[in-house]
């Protein structure tokens, strides 16, 4: 009903991962796998920075509200 209303459908949490994961490589030519996997890594490496970020961020946090000792 979403669609109807012209509201974007939401899909739950990991949908995209999921999906990626169920398809059949076998129907991808070399050429297409190898460019699978550079998009693949350039995934990680910004998955990564993000993380990185936020366990700087709680770093942070802790740092600030941490007891005096």
Do not use: C, Y
């Amino acid at each position: 009903m979403a669609e109807e209303d012209g509201e974007p459908v939401r899909r739950p949490r990991r949908w995209a991962l999921t999906e990626l994961v169920r398809e059949d490589l076998e129907l991808h030519a070399a050429a297409d796998l190898e460019d699978r996997i550079e998009a693949l890594e350039a995934e990680i490496r910004r998955t990564q920075a993000q993380l990185d970020r936020k366990r700087a961020g709680r770093a942070a946090a802790d740092a600030f509200f941490a007891k005096p000792s």
